[in-house]
């Protein structure tokens, strides 16, 4: 498949004005100005093939959304190079722009007091999408997303869910060869992210289109993405498979034993360590070549009723690597 | 590729209509606005007039109360028709970081903002017309020297209104450096006001008040057009103004390109 996203070494440095509080220094700040370099990302370098579904996660500050817009062309980097489609981002030239799209959770693209399909009609014209393909492309979307009472409301009237997938659909109209996706499903509830993941999964399936998506929730990488970036600090921590990075950041299994009584429960610390004891629940960590061993010394040494092996929950991965410092988690690539 | 154009404008034309519409009342008081300025010029002129008995100014600069009327009613006419508002709208968008989406289509946003500019004047004009022949008919203004001069005017209008409107879209453009760019807005809007001509023929102003106003872009968005109308210029003095006005919007335009530019720069360098 071809490479459609090649970033290498991209930094980006922001220069920010910095003063005490109180009015000495709001005073002091008008002659002289004190800055400081906010290194919101730092040499980073990853590419996407053609049809890619990627997650991009870190926590807040972590760089996520700086890299996005730098994709996007709406931020000039401080340094390095990025090609996305044979383009150049930054330079916004309109053959690059007509074939992106970038949606943020916490940004409106639609005009906010007359109905969304207003709003789709002027991008048929920007775009430049014949009618034809327009109207095939609004009723696809009109019935993916379940649209057909929303677009006939001021945009006003929509609740954050309704808005997020009208906001979506006038993304998708003109058909983008890449999707760069900042937060898709913020603030919406569970029923509404289980749509829209639903349907970002469908519209990869059927157009192969790119898509990077940032997300705080892990459920959204998880159904989507077979590969995720992990970026914190301005620095990229992994980039690899979701299964993989379960296996190198958390290489443990979790056993949770349902045993007779509290005092049984009381006995399983020697196994292993104990993530959490519920009654007579215990959930147990134990390294992943030691699993089976320890399974069989639970079996035999106490009175197990019920025996699960789990894999550690992605969030909990994940939030190991969050609280690792970058360079000092696990597996750095 | 002119096709694609009326295209853009007619969508953005239409979305704009839509949602003036949901605001009719503002929109009306926005456009009533713009008659405050000539109305308490010529209200402060006709009592000068009156009060000295006879004309103000002398020989062909002077104006009866009759002159004055014409004067201003033609200036609020054409002023709503070169109106420009962009600038409060635009360093909100900077600020606030809804400008974003709109540097992320394949259009310059300048387009949606013009768009909406003349829908705004194509919905408004229709309201203000029963409005403006009320007022001539109560003010009995002079008539110009022939009524061929009112056609004539129409194309330095045109040129006023779109210089008028590309240098507004340069100070807006400013946000990107200042997010506080009222006070700039502010300065301009004094200027012009005087050089303009919204506050006093410039005929009347005092000598390098009336030689500062030759030489600024104000004029040629502001009484330039009015003075075509009445008849008070030659046709010679007609062309050269409007070779002024294309020298002046050709200089506008290429300020535009290049603060465009800068400040798109500056915007995704300090974090769009």
Redesign the interface.
Known sequence: MACQISLEKLSKT?RVTERSAGAAAAFHSLFHRTYKEVHAVRDISFTLDEGEVVGFLGPNGAGKT?TL?ML?????PSAGTAQVLGHTP?R?E??Y??Q???V?GN???L?W???AM??F??N?????IPEAEFRRTVDELVELLDLSELLRK?VRNLSLGERMKCELAASLLHSPRVLFLDEPTLGVDLTMQGRIRAFVAEHNRRTGATVLLTSHYMADVTALCKRVIVIHHGTMLFDGGLDDLAQRIAPYKLVKIDVESPEAAARAAVFGNVVEVDGVRVTLQTPKAEAAATVGRLLAELPVVDLTVEDPPIEQVIGQVFAAEAGETPQAC | MLTYWWQVYRANLRASWAMMAQYRMVVLIWALWGFVGPLVSLAVWTATASARGGPVGQGGASFSTADFAAYFLLFMIYGHITMSWDVFEFAYRVRSGSLSPKLLRPLHPIHEDAASNIGFKLFTTTLLIPIWAAIYLMLRPSPPTSYWWIPASLPSLALAAVMRYVLQYVLAILSFWTTRIDAVNQLYFTLDSFLSGRVAPLALLPGGMAAAAQATPFRYMGSFPVEVALGKLTPQQVLTGMAVQIVWLAAALLLLRWAWRAGVRQYSAAGA
Request: charged share 20%; aromatic share 8%; hydrophobic share 45%.
């Open positions: 922001y700086t817009k996007a062309g709406l931020l000039h930054w916004r309109h053959a722009l007509r992106i799209s970038l943020m940004r409106n693209q005009l007091d007359i109905p207003d709003s009609l002027v048929q014209a920007v775009y430049r001021p």
